[in-house]
T-cell receptor, first 113, second 115 residues
Framework: KAGVTQTPRYLIKTRGQQVTLSCSPI?????VSWYQQTPGQGLQFLFE???????NKGNFPGRFSGRQFSNSRSEMNVSTLELGDSALYLC????????????FGQGTRLTVV | AQTVTQSQPEMSVQEAETVTLSCTYD???????LFWYKQPPSRQMILVIR??????QNATENRFSVNFQKAAKSFSLKISDSQLGDAAMYFC????????????FGGGTRLMVKP
């Protein structure tokens, strides 16, 4: 069974631009969560989508947004990029239920210059 | 808000020896789950072990076991017979029950395994 797929793997953008990252969950998983990982702040939760609706949201500015499609694929968008947005962005998919395991993708490494 | 703290930024263990990674958390909830994830250099997070808060029995998965102390809000990971492939970042994580799949992570512990 295919794992969580994130595209692209690497991305370089200029300050002020916007970027869209994609996440394809494991087949049958309807929950998709996004995390930002940086050396300074560690792993921080961005948001979670379930059945095309945002279910949870972390403490990030409105420049960070996401959406989920009917096939459970998810995208996150960052507008007006800042240098501090440089990070590894991880996506995780899960079956419903708090006991269930979150399966992570390999991440998208975003560098803002 | 829930917080998760890993007080050991780095740990080192000799191959075949045992090492314990520490994790404490703070929550006002009584129903939650705790996880240990491993992140090797490939960056892909892998679940190592999980614990339900209402279960007193400590979880075990092969060479990995936890010491869950609910009253002390402590959740340590013990790795027995350490192998070179265990070298990675280890993250402790918390998830509240019936609150979706939002994980709160600790800062991580880098584990080095010496041959």
């Amino acid at each position: 069974k295919a794992g969580v797929t994130q595209t692209p793997r690497y991305l370089i953008k200029t300050r002020g631009q916007q970027v869209t990252l994609s996440c394809s969950p494991i087949s049958g998983h309807r929950s998709v969560s996004w995390y930002q990982q940086t050396p300074g702040q560690g792993l921080q939760f961005l948001f979670e989508y379930f059945s095309e609706t945002q279910r949870n949201k972390g403490n990030f500015p409105g420049r960070f947004s996401g959406r989920q499609f009917s096939n459970s694929r998810s995208e996150m968008n960052v507008s007006t990029l800042e240098l501090g947005d440089s990070a590894l962005y991880l996506c995780a998919s899960s079956l419903e239920g708090s006991w269930t395991e979150a399966f992570f993708g390999q991440g998208t490494r975003l560098t803002v210059v | 808000a829930q917080t998760v703290t890993q007080s050991q930024p780095e740990m080192s263990v000799q191959e075949a020896e045992t090492v314990t990674l520490s994790c404490t958390y703070d929550t006002s909830e009584s129903d939650y789950y705790l996880f240990w994830y491993k992140q090797p250099p490939s960056r892909q997070m892998i679940l190592v072990i999980r614990q339900e808060a209402y279960k007193q029995q400590n979880a075990t998965e092969n060479r990995f076991s936890v010491n869950f102390q609910k009253a002390a809000k402590s959740f340590s990971l013990k790795i027995s017979d350490s192998q070179l492939g265990d070298a990675a970042m280890y993250f402790c994580a918390y998830r509240r029950n019936n609150a979706g799949n939002m994980l709160t992570f600790g800062g991580g512990t880098r584990l080095m395994v010496k041959p």
